[in-house]
Nanobody
Framework: QVQLVQSGGGLVQAGGSLLLSCAASGRTMYGINWHRQAPGREREFVASISKTGENTRYADSILDRFTISRDNAKNTVYLQMNGLKPDDAAIYYC???????WGQGSQVTVSS
C-alpha cells in the first residue's frame, strides 16, 4: 500500500507564499490530488496532477495563484501557493487519485 508523507505548511502573512510537498512511497507513480479542509467548511478540491505531470487541474478559487507540479525522480508532488489569502487557511491533504490514500495533512495558517 502506497503511503503519502507531507511536509511544508506553516504560518504566512496574507499575500505570502508557501510550498507543500507530498512524497509517495515506492517507485510507482500516481495521479495526485490536493484537497483542503477548514473548520466549518466542506472539504474542497484544490488541484490535481497526472502521473506524468503533463495534465493539471485547478479549482477556480485558487486559479493563477497556486501551481501543482511533480518531480518523478523523487516521486514527490508539490503545491506552490502564492498570494495566500486568509480564506486559504486550512489543513491541506494530498491524496492518491482513485484510492482511499491520504497524506497526514499540512496546516496552512494565513494571518491578515
Amino acid at each position: 500500500q502506497v503511503q503519502l508523507v507531507q511536509s511544508g505548511g506553516g504560518l504566512v502573512q496574507a499575500g505570502g507564499s508557501l510550498l507543500l510537498s507530498c512524497a509517495a512511497s515506492g517507485r510507482t507513480m500516481y495521479g495526485i490530488n490536493w484537497h483542503r479542509q477548514a473548520p466549518g467548511r466542506e472539504r474542497e478540491f484544490v488541484a490535481s496532477i497526472s502521473k506524468t505531470g503533463e495534465n493539471t487541474r485547478y479549482a477556480d478559487s485558487i486559479l493563477d495563484r497556486f501551481t501543482i507540479s511533480r518531480d518523478n525522480a523523487k516521486n514527490t508532488v508539490y503545491l506552490q501557493m502564492n498570494g495566500l489569502k486568509p480564506d486559504d487557511a486550512a489543513i491541506y491533504y494530498c491524496t492518491v487519485y482513485g484510492r482511499v490514500v491520504w497524506g497526514q495533512g499540512s496546516q496552512v495558517t494565513v494571518s491578515s
